[in-house]
């Protein structure tokens, strides 16, 4: 039977009140009460009422059973008929890099965002020099993120001749949504020594100006991250730190107990380990190190234990990009290539097969988790082919290896997943934020129906997990959900039927599946008694109202082992996260300069991995 059956390993047996009374014979510290209690438990699936001792949950059922594990030291809780249910696990994500959101001009468009044409692009970066004149005088650069050319009104991205209409004299850098690409002004391209004599680096592309090899300002993969390492210099630690404190507190904000950095170095761990143990993260995080990068300290430092509530989970391996910017590697051409690509273009690998093999034997033979980034259905065959590989060399054993993304998987893949025990972590947000771009430039009509194919899994009786992959996206709980149940795109198409799921199902993906992916099924992602106290309340019971108003559900409050970590207010919203972190970007980009620096392990990520290393470049040169 495979290892990925959703029975395997997480029947919650001892569900009962008698059995929580084994557990602990001692009274309750908190009773939770008054609203509807999801336990994500099919066995139980709704209580009255859980009782908490010491952040773990000490029984669950009936108010009236409940209720004898009360004395005069017991708080009562009362939901006042709003909903509870575990803690959500973030099952991909970059905790460290979510804080960029919160600290640069909001280029999204909506509904995180306004801009939807160039002009608005423009009058975003504007506005955002205007209102931080201070960190633009001292920093001598204006930072956006998150434009989206798919969602643009002239469907290209922004050149640097329309960056250069915002200034001509102060570096200008963009970043897009996907985290793989970025537009710089002319200013900011001659600071990183690009000009038309510059050749593309290996595994990225400088787009030039149709007739000439003039640099247009896009820059893509290898090509955007050297430019940035050049353009932010150096960050301190303490810097460094503020970016995931600030990650962490944005996830808890959106119902998260458990976070993830997908994609770490060993310059980078002891940042957040350092972190962790002050005390600054209200939530647990969980890290892949680069496999590429430095397997020796993978090999020291992963556990399954946490120590400060942060751990080492495994390596992590990333064979190719981004699909809606066209650089996912495909087994077949994209349906409409970017302009001055050829009709045979289908993306390429950040990794060569070797490497890939390489990885995945080393994580096999060692028995390390791996977590892989694969988005074309090319790529998904190189590491299938690679865990086979393994797997008959190595044996059969509980490793968890997961597919991270899986945009264009073929159902034959889906099936091979089954066969090798690889977990998928699927992106159903997609087809909200691409999936009118994936149906009408990417993949085509088709094949954009079984992007994130989560109903090809559970055909098959699997498991999976969905995630948000911050700051490629918000890490917005109640979008993510929306996404795998509705699939609705941004113009209200649904991609794909078949592929849909039921709002518990979705649930699951969100909580217990994920804990299992990270082996902590046995602690997390339900309600039962002897795990964590990590809970979420919600404004309305997700399994109770429309599936097309799950998106205005919000998240009310986040309970970590009992302590209450975020309630919600009127003041609360994603983007005040860039006053609470306003100081942390005006350090960091104070300390911008031009420099030669190494290049790093850039080419062996992805995005917001990317990201991450060319601003913390500084730190890696340090080491």
């Known amino acids: 039977m495979s290892l990925i059956r959703p029975l395997r390993a997480i029947t919650l047996a001892c569900s009962t009140l008698l059995c929580g009374q084994a557990v602990a014979a001692q009274m309750a510290d908190q009773i939770w009460f008054g609203g509807a209690i999801l336990t994500i438990n099919d066995a139980q699936p709704k209580v009255q009422a859980v009782a908490v001792k010491d952040g773990k949950i000490l029984a669950l059922g009936s108010l009236d059973d409940v209720n004898a594990l009360k004395d005069d030291a017991t708080k009562m809780i009362d939901l006042k008929g709003k909903t509870m249910l575990p803690g959500f696990v973030d099952a991909h994500g970059h905790a460290f890099m979510i804080g960029l959101q919160a600290v640069s001009a909001n280029l999204l468009a909506p509904p995180d965002g306004e801009v939807t044409d160039i002009r608005k692009l423009q009058a975003a970066l504007e506005r955002w020099a205007q209102k931080n004149q201070s960190t633009v005088k001292s920093a001598g650069m204006i930072l956006g993120f998150g434009y989206d050319d798919a969602q643009l009104a002239e469907q290209r991205h922004p050149t640097r001749e329309d960056l250069d209409a915002v200034s001509k004299d102060i570096p200008i850098l963009v970043i897009h949504q996907s ?14 020594g690009i000009s038309s004599n510059t050749k593309n680096p290996e595994g990225g592309v400088i787009r030039r100006e149709k007739g000439s090899q003039q640099p247009n300002g896009v820059l893509e993969e290898a090509a955007f991250f050297g430019a940035l390492a050049k353009q932010f210099g150096k960050m301190t630690a303490e810097q460094a730190q503020g970016l995931f404190v600030a990650g962490t507190h944005l996830l808890a904000q959106y119902g998260y107990t458990t976070g993830q950095e997908g994609r770490a170095t060993s310059t980078i761990v002891p940042l957040m380990q350092a972190s962790a143990a002050a005390g600054k993260i209200p939530i647990d995080v969980v890290t892949y190190v680069d496999v590429l990068q430095d397997r020796d300290f993978i090999g020291k430092s992963a556990s399954k234990d946490y120590v400060d509530g942060f751990r080492v989970g495994g390596a992590k391996l990333t064979i190719d990009g981004s699909p809606q910017g066209f650089t ?47 988005n074309g259905e090319a790529a998904s065959d190189m590491l299938l082919a690679a865990i086979k590989t393994a797997r008959d060399k190595y044996g059969v054993a509980d490793r968890r290896a997961v597919l991270i993304h899986g945009q264009f998987m073929r159902k034959d893949q889906v099936a091979l997943l089954d066969q090798l025990d690889v977990f998928p972590s699927l992106f159903p947000m997609h087809t909200f934020y691409w999936g009118d771009w994936h149906r009408d430039r990417t993949v085509g009509p088709e094949h954009a129906d079984n992007i994130s194919p989560t109903g090809w899994v559970r055909e098959r009786g699997m498991m999976f997990s969905t995630h948000h992959d911050a700051p490629v996206a918000f890490p917005d ?69 429309d599936p097309e108003r799950l998106t205005d559900i919000k998240v009310l409050q986040t309970i970590k082992k009992g302590q209450v970590i975020f309630v919600r207010d009127a003041q609360t919203t994603a983007s005040s996260m860039s006053v609470a972190m306003g100081d942390t970007v005006s350090r960091m980009l104070k300390a911008w300069e031009h420099h030669e620096g190494e290049q790093s392990h850039a080419e062996h990520a992805h995005g917001p991995e990317l990201l991450m290393g060319a601003i913390l470049s500084g730190l890696q040169q340090a080491k």
């Open 328 to 374: 996912a590697y495909r087994d077949r051409p994209y349906y409409k290539p970017p302009q001055g690509y050829r009709a045979d273009y289908r993306g390429y690998s950040a990794a060569t097969p070797d490497q890939v093999f390489d990885a995945i034997d080393w994580a096999f033979k060692n028995n390390i988790q791996i977590i892989t980034h694969a």
């Open 477 to 545: 709980s109640m979008r993510v959900l929306s996404a795998t149940v509705t699939r609705r795109s941004r113009s209200g198409d649904i991609l794909g039927p078949h592929q849909r799921v039921d709002v518990m199902t979705a649930l699951k993906a969100m909580t217990i599946w994920p804990a299992y992916q990270h082996f902590e099924e046995d602690k997390k992602g339900s309600l039962a008694p002897g795990k964590q106290a990590d809970f979420v309340v919600l404004s309305e019971d997700p399994t109770a109202i």
């Open 179 to 192: 985290g793989h690409l970025g537009v710089l002004n002319s200013k900011a391209l001659e600071l990183a």
